[in-house]
């Protein structure tokens, strides 16, 4: 007889996200055999759920949404306590700009230092709870220290492939963790051709970014956090650092999923969605504004912001629906306004962000000198990583 934790989620199925075909919850899976799509998890949304009976109040991480989550069995949990990050306001800069309200979500306060940790939390616990022993990841830099770490929780071999350019930091951490890690001359790219060289025999699951469905899951509770901590309201426009998209993709589908709960008012719009790019490497931005059809042969170059050197994304066509919903939009920030916009929010609100999340900010400005976003709207910017990490990339810039 299962006990009331095994049967807490409202999990149903995964789904293609292309053709909607149904795939089992209870069996590992990668991407669909119909599409070679992401596949995305479905839950019971129409059985009545309050936001009090939903989320538990006791629980002091971004597992308090587990109703919501797809881990059937608690005991297979796999945490270090990420989620429930800060909403900061940006006071300064607000006053600064003339503006109504800026916020910012400070991501770099998970454990590991980066929004990763959520996925990775999710994708190892639910690898635990299907038998897996050991993982393998291409990465930027934080996804393999997240997936480094979790598999060291949960006593699983853990397989990094990351570019050689990458971080020091991000590599001694992995070290640490006890991760196998692998260094390849190129991009993320690149390090996924190598994950398939070491992969060939299948014998580890490959928890890149939308190749296997929980990773997503963990991202989306940025969703329900935020509509959570603003009072079940929501911004006018959200900025997100948009290199393999999942967390874009996944805040979206939560505000989706509230929606169909009755978590948030009816009268409460979402917002539109805005997905920042690196200049240096911007397929999203090539093909929203029609520069190419998909990214599937784009080149991109290495910059200043890791997490953004994400040249050819699985997930681009679910990014592409998520602006389309919205009304969002795509913006290319290069590396100089990148560390503008890092020494403009550690000099004025005493945040030392990652470069992803200066170039956030660097896009609200740009949006704001262009009269897409207006100055009386509330605006919410995410920055998913700790600058500590990145010294190597910035040092003597400040």
């Known amino acids: 007889m299962q006990s009331a934790l095994e049967t807490i989620s409202r999990l149903q199925t995964l789904e293609c996200s292309v053709c909607r075909a149904p795939y089992s919850a209870t069996v590992l899976q990668r991407t669909s055999a119909c599409c070679a799509a992401p596949l995305l998890a479905t839950y019971e949304l129409h059985e009545p759920l309050s936001r009090e009976a939903g989320i538990d109040l006791h629980e002091v991480s971004m597992w ?6 797809p881990l059937l ?12 990050t800060p909403l900061e306001p940006l006071t300064s800069l607000t006053q600064r700009y003339n503006l109504a309200e800026v916020l910012l979500k400070d991501e770099g306060q998970n454990p590991t230092g980066s929004f990763k940790a959520r996925g990775l939390s999710m ?41 050689r350019h990458t971080p020091q930091a991000f590599k001694e951490e992995c070290y640490w963790y006890g991760a196998e890690v ?3 001359d190129g991009l993320i ?41 603003l009072r079940w309201t929501l911004p006018d426009v959200l900025l997100y650092p948009a290199g393999g998209g999942t967390g874009l993709i996944g805040i979206w589908k939560a505000f989706r999923e509230m929606q169909a709960l ?5 009268e409460v719009r979402l917002p539109r969605m805005v997905a920042v790019q690196a200049a240096a490497c911007a397929p999203l931005w090539a093909t929203y504004t029609g520069r190419q059809a998909n990214c599937q042969q784009y080149v991109g170059q290495p910059t200043i912001a890791n997490g953004l050197a994400v040249p050819r994304p699985l997930g681009e066509a679910l990014m592409l629906q998520v602006l389309r919903e919205s009304g969002g939009t795509v913006v290319p920030i290069d590396d100089q306004e990148m560390l503008e916009g890092m020494r403009e929010l550690a000099r004025h609100e005493g945040l ?8 956030v900010w660097m896009a609200a400005r740009r949006l ?30 400040a």
């Open 368 to 397: 704001l000198d262009a009269g897409w976003i207006g100055r009386h709207e509330r605006m919410l910017l995410l920055n998913t990583g700790s600058g500590q990490k990145y010294l190597e990339n910035v040092i003597g810039q």
């Open 189 to 229: 790219n690149d390090c996924a051709a190598r994950v398939r060289e070491l992969n060939s025999a299948n014998e580890l699951l490959d928890v890149s970014t939308l190749k296997e469905p929980y990773r997503l899951e963990g991202k989306k509770t940025m969703g329900y956090e935020l509509a959570e901590q």
């Open 182 to 184: 692998h260094l390849v």
């Open 352 to 359: 030392f962000v990652a470069p992803e999340g200066a170039a």
């Open 123 to 163: 994708a190892i616990s639910k690898a635990k709870e299907l038998g897996v022993e050991g993982c393998i990841i291409p990465t930027a830099g934080n996804a393999g220290v997240a997936m480094a770490a979790y598999c060291a929780k949960a006593g699983m071999h853990a397989v990094v492939v990351m570019p």
């Open 64 to 69: 308090r949404y587990r109703r919501l989550l």
């Open 73 to 84: 069995d608690e005991a297979h949990r796999v945490s270090l306590g990420e989620g429930l």
């Open 262 to 266: 009755g978590w948030l008012p009816a």
